[in-house]
C-alpha cells in the first residue's frame, strides 16, 4: 500500500487502479495501462513516480483509483508484489481459478 | 407469494434507465469518478479488488422461483456462473463489467428485483426470520410488516443522506433467528397481557469495530404505531447522529454517548407529531399485505412412506436429522438446504443450483423460497412425504449436505479474495476449518457449532456472534487471525470476548482444534452443547487451550 511509502531504488513502486469499463486490474506501463502485471514499469525515483501518478490520475475516464503500490525488483527484473493484498490483486481469489490467474493464462497459451 | 411486479416494475425500469445513462455519462468523461461514486453505490455497484461487484436486495429473505431464475440468467449471462448469498440476505455478483450492469438491472426489474439501497447511508434490506410464516414458535409472520417497512423506507425522502447505514431486523418466533439485538433497530412480535399484537423495540445495536448489543427503547408498541415509531426513532437519529467522525456514526454510539433515556424522551416527542399526520393509509397497506402473505393451501395429508425411508437411508436419516426445522402445520417441515459442501465457498451458489431450487420450490415446496443470514437456502414450507424425493434431488447436484448449525456450516464473509476493504481472506480459513473437522470425523459429535469469520473489522461475517469468531487482520503485512469466544447469535445474543493475541493463518486451524478438544472432554454430556459449556465454566478453560505456553 502507499500509505507512508516514498518510492525509492530501495523501495520501488509500480502505479495500479481498477479498469473503468471492466473493473480488472491494471498497471501503468509508458504512460498507458497494461492487464499483465509482469508488464508494470517500476518506479524507483520519487519525483517520477509522482508525476506519473499525477499522469495517471488525469486518465480518469480509462482508469478507477491509481495508486503506488510498493514493489521489488524481481531476479528477472519484472516487478513482484511486497505485500499480500498486491499480490492476490495480481493473481485473482483464492478459491476458484477466475481473475488474473486465468486471463494470464489464456493469454499465454 | 407476494410478487412485486405490479407496484414496482415502472419505477424500476425508470431507475435502470437512469443509471444506463449515468453509465453513459461516466464513459464519455461527463461525470468524474468522485460524482459518479455515489450513483453507482445507490444501486448496489461497488468497485471491488478485481472487479465490479453487484448487491442485489433480496426483500427480507424472499423470494419465488421466477426471482431465483433471474438471478440464475445474471450469474450465467453477466458473471461467471454464481452468486454469493450475504449474511444479509442479499446475493452479491462478483465479477460484472460496469458496461452490463445496466442491462442486469433491467433482467432484476422484470420480476421486481433491484439493488437500490443495499449501499450508502440509508434504510438497507430489512431482514426477518428465514422460517417466517412455518416456525412452529411463531407469534405472528414477520413478513407483512417486513413488506410494509420494504415499501415505505424505499426512497424515502427525508432517510436518503443519514449519518450512516441503517438496518432493521424483525423478528416473529419466541425464539429470535434475526438477531434483532445486533441491529440499529429490532423489532420482535409478541402480544401483550391483553393479548394484543405489537412490538418489543430495540435500538442502538451493531457490529463492526464496536460491537453492541441494542436495547429495548419501547416494552410494548402497538401494531398500529410501527411505521410513526420507527419514522420517529430514523428521524431523532438523523438529526443527533455523529456526522464528523464515520466510525462513531452509527445509531449505537448516538445512544452510548447519549444514553438511551435521552434518545427515548425525543423518540417519544416525535413520535407523537409523526403519527398525527399518519392518515391510516400505513394500516390499510398493512391487512392487504397480511392477505398477500396469507399461508400456503397446505396439504392435510399421511406423511407417507417418511419414516420408513428414514429407517432404510442412514443418510437421509442423517439429513432430516439437522437439515429440517418444526414447522407449524402437522406433516410439515422447514429444510435448510446448506450452501457449505466439502470444499465449497460458504454461500455461493451456481446458476445451475439456483435453477434446481427454484424447480424444486415449484415442486416440493409451495413455491416459496428463503435466503437466510446463514448463506443457506431454506425450502420453508415442504410436506414430509415428499422430503426423501426432495432429497434425492438435492443430493444429485450435491446440495444434500447434512450439516445445518454444525461446525462446517460456517458463515463467511467474501474476505480479501474479493472485497477492497478486507483485511485478510475469510474464505480458505473457512474451508480449512471444515475440512479439517470433516477429516477428523468429529461433526456430528461436537454438535451445534457456529464458527463466523470476518475477513476485516466491519465484521460483515458476524465473527462477534460466533462461539469461535475469527477476525482477519494485517499484522505488519501478514494475514493475522484474532479469535474471540462465546458469542452468540441465535439463542441469548452475547457478544464473544477477545482471547488474546492473534494467530498466523496457518495457526488457526490447529488453535481451533485445540478449543474443540477441550469442550469435548469439559462437557457433561454430548447433549450440552459448546456454547452451553462456555456459559457453565467461562472463558478461562478455553482461553487455556487456546494458548497453552500461558497456561
Given amino acids: 500500500m502507499s500509505k507512508g511509502f516514498t518510492p525509492s531504488a530501495a523501495t520501488p513502486a509500480v502505479i495500479t487502479a481498477n479498469d473503468l469499463r ?23 525515483d520519487e519525483a517520477i513516480a509522482e508525476i506519473a501518478l ?53 493469454s499465454n497459451v | 407469494m407476494f410478487d412485486a411486479r405490479p407496484q414496482h416494475n415502472e419505477y424500476l425500469r425508470h431507475r435502470s434507465a437512469q443509471f444506463r445513462s449515468q453509465v453513459e455519462r461516466r464513459l464519455n468523461g461527463s461525470l468524474t469518478e468522485d460524482e459518479f461514486r455515489p450513483l453507482r453505490l445507490m444501486n ?43 449474511t444479509r440476505q442479499n446475493i452479491q455478483f462478483n465479477w460484472p463489467k460496469l458496461v452490463d450492469i445496466p442491462d442486469m438491472l433491467d433482467a432484476l426489474a422484470d420480476v421486481g428485483l433491484h439493488a437500490i439501497q443495499t449501499s450508502g447511508n440509508t434504510i438497507r434490506n430489512v431482514t426477518t426470520d428465514a422460517f417466517a410464516g412455518a416456525a412452529a414458535d411463531e407469534v ?50 409478541v402480544t401483550n397481557d391483553a393479548g394484543e399484537l405489537g412490538f418489543q423495540v430495540w435500538i442502538g445495536g451493531g457490529l463492526g469495530r464496536t460491537p453492541l448489543l441494542g436495547k429495548v427503547v419501547r416494552e410494548f408498541l ?56 399518519f392518515t391510516g393509509v400505513d394500516q390499510a397497506l398493512l391487512n392487504d399485505l397480511k392477505n398477500v402473505y396469507a399461508p400456503p393451501a397446505f396439504r392435510d395429508a ?30 410439515y417441515a422447514s429444510v435448510t438446504v446448506t450452501f457449505k459442501a466439502p470444499g465449497q465457498t460458504p454461500g455461493d451458489a451456481s446458476a445451475e443450483q439456483m435453477l434446481l431450487l427454484a424447480d424444486l420450490a415449484e415442486r416440493f415446496g409451495h413455491s416459496d423460497l428463503r435466503i437466510a443470514h446463514d448463506q443457506n437456502v431454506v425450502l420453508p414450507h415442504v410436506h414430509k412425504s415428499d422430503l426423501y424425493a426432495l432429497y434425492e434431488a438435492l443430493r444429485e447436484a450435491g446440495l444434500a449436505t447434512a450439516n445445518a448449525g454444525l461446525i462446517s456450516d460456517i458463515i463467511a464473509c467474501p474476505g480479501m479474495d474479493y472485497c477492497a476493504l478486507a483485511t485478510a481472506r475469510s474464505i480458505p480459513v473457512a ?78 486451524v490447529p488453535a481451533i482444534d485445540r478449543v474443540i478438544d477441550a469442550y469435548l472432554e469439559l462437557r457433561e454430556s454430548p447433549d450440552e452443547r459448546f456454547i452451553d459449556t462456555y456459559r457453565r465454566l467461562g472463558v478461562a478453560p478455553f482461553k487455556a487451550a487456546l494458548y497453552p505456553a500461558n497456561a
Fill in chain 2, 431 to 508: 474451508q480449512d476449518i471444515a475440512d479439517h473437522f470433516r477429516a477428523r470425523g468429529l461433526e456430528d459429535e461436537i454438535g451445534k457449532f457456529n464458527i463466523r469469520i470476518s475477513g476485516c473489522i466491519n465484521a460483515c461475517g458476524h465473527h462477534h456472534l460466533g462461539h469461535i469468531g475469527i477476525l482477519g487482520l494485517d499484522r505488519a503485512g501478514v494475514e493475522n487471525y484474532q479469535i474471540t469466544l462465546g458469542g452468540d447469535g441465535y439463542d441469548i445474543p452475547a457478544i464473544g470476548e477477545r482471547a488474546g493475541a492473534g494467530f498466523p493463518g496457518e495457526e488457526v
Fill in chain 2, 302 to 331: 399421511p406423511e407417507g412412506d417418511y419414516e420408513a425411508q428414514r429407517a432404510r437411508h442412514p443418510a437421509f436419516r442423517s439429513w432430516t436429522d439437522t437439515n429440517l426445522l418444526a414447522h407449524r402445520v402437522a406433516g
Fill in chain 1, 54 to 106: 499525477l499522469e495517471a490520475i488525469a486518465q480518469g475516464n480509462i482508469v478507477v483509483g491509481p495508486y503506488l503500490a510498493e514493489a521489488r525488483r524481481g531476479a528477472d527484473g519484472r516487478p513482484e508484489p511486497t505485500h499480500f493484498r498486491e499480490a492476490f490483486r495480481r493473481r485473482g481469489p483464492s478459491n476458484y481459478f477466475h481473475g488474473k490467474q486465468a486471463d494470464l493464462e489464456a
Fill in chain 1, 22 to 44: 471492466m473493473g480488472h486490474c491494471v498497471w501503468m506501463q509508458d504512460g498507458g495501462w497494461t492487464s499483465d502485471p509482469r508488464e508494470a514499469q517500476l518506479y524507483e
Fill in chain 2, 222 to 277: 402497538p401494531e398500529a404505531d410501527l411505521l410513526p415509531y420507527v419514522e420517529a426513532i430514523i428521524s431523532t437519529y438523523n438529526l443527533a447522529g455523529r456526522r464528523d467522525n464515520k466510525y462513531k456514526a452509527r445509531i449505537k454510539i448516538t445512544v452510548a454517548e447519549r444514553g438511551l433515556d435521552v434518545m427515548r424522551e425525543e423518540i417519544e416527542a416525535e413520535f407523537l407529531n409523526r403519527r398525527a399526520v
Fill in chain 2, 44 to 86: 448496489g455497484v461497488y468497485l471491488q479488488l478485481h472487479a465490479y461487484m453487484l448487491r442485489v436486495a433480496i426483500p427480507y429473505g424472499t423470494i419465488s422461483p421466477d426471482q431465483m431464475r433471474t438471478l440464475a440468467l445474471l450469474a450465467s449471462k453477466w458473471d461467471k456462473g454464481y452468486g454469493h448469498w450475504t
Fill in chain 2, 140 to 189: 405472528t409472520d414477520p413478513r407483512p410488516y417486513a413488506e410494509l417497512l420494504r415499501q415505505w423506507s424505499t426512497d424515502h425522502g427525508e432517510f436518503q443522506f443519514l449519518p450512516r447505514k441503517f438496518k432493521i431486523a424483525i423478528s416473529g418466533g419466541k425464539q429470535d433467528r434475526a438477531v434483532i439485538a445486533a441491529h440499529d433497530i429490532g423489532l420482535r412480535l
